[in-house]
């Protein structure tokens, strides 16, 4: 399955996820809830999880280091500050929150099944590739991060 790494852009398997929960949630009204404010919240927690991501996205960008997390072997500097401190990939748990707060605005069980899934892809087939990579690149450096930030919260 090594074919599947650093394949899909993960902003793009966000978006289609995304759809997909849209999808399951209009295909099956009989597991919608009602969870009162999630109209209004839903898009609020939307909005967490895209500044997350964004500064994730700033700290590279002021690192001037690859954004494109296709390509981790065009890194050229350990990016372990501001957000970084917090976790080893916050864009991830940004485009996460995100999907979370996505899901509560659907408010239907279904669109659940894809939070736990996106994280299991990505922890398989972009995160492990890309931590390969920033090993054999930073070697020591890398593995003093590892130990100090964990990979999601």
Known sequence: MRSLELRI???ALTGILALLMWGAATLTPLLH????????????????GGLLAALGVF???K???TVDPRMPHKSETLVVS???????????????????????YLSNLAALVFLPLFVVYMNRYQIEPEER???????KDFDRYVGQVRRWI
């Open 9 to 11: 852009p993960p902003l």
């Open 33 to 48: 809830v009602s969870i009162a404010g999630a109209s209004a919240l839903g898009p609020v927690i939307v909005a967490v």
């Open 59 to 61: 700290e590279f960008r």
């Open 63 to 65: 690192a001037r280091t």
């Open 82 to 104: 501001g957000v970084y401190r917090i976790s080893r990939n916050p864009m991830y748990v940004g485009f996460l929150v995100a999907m979370a707060g996505w899901a509560l």
């Open 133 to 139: 990579y920033m090993r054999e690149r930073f070697g």
